[in-house]
């Protein structure tokens, strides 16, 4: 047994590894659809400054977005590279992206 790979470290009877990657993947999935979003809300959002509600899709967009602007840089290299680095490094650790976070890969050794 090695002392601190991911397979052998547990977190309430789980390995680590098998809790992490649906997290990092739903993560990778989420930012995914923000960029794909930008445009719409551009479109859909040009005008809500003008009323006094706001919905739940401008709030939520627009939060996401001031997240991004407090990182370094504006946070435009992590808009556009946060997805395709965390897909990258899900497959050189299990061997499968996660694009689709709900989607499980087959299993193919133990993994208990």
């Keep these: 047994m090695c002392a601190h790979c991911c397979e ?3 977190w309430r009877g789980l390995p680590v590894k098998r809790l992490l990657v649906p997290i990092f993947a739903w993560l990778a999935f989420f930012n995914a659809v923000m960029v794909v979003n930008v445009p719409v809300f551009i479109v859909v959002c040009s005008k809500c400054d003008m009323f ?7 709030r939520l967009t627009h939060g996401y ?3 991004l602007a407090t ?3 504006q946070g435009l290299w992590l808009l556009l590279g946060l997805s395709p680095v965390t897909w990258i490094l899900l497959y050189i650790w299990t061997g499968a992206t996660g694009i689709l976070p709900w989607r499980r890969p087959s ?5 208990s």
Excluded: M, Q, V, W
């Excluded at 006094?52 to 401008?58: I, P, R, T, V």
């Excluded at 299993?107 to 993994?111: C, E, K, L, M, Q």
């Design 8 to 10: 052998c470290i547990r």
């Design 52 to 58: 006094e509600s706001k919905s739940l899709y401008y």
């Design 65 to 67: 977005f001031d997240l």
């Design 71 to 73: 990182l370094p840089g």
């Design 107 to 111: 299993r193919t050794g133990n993994n």
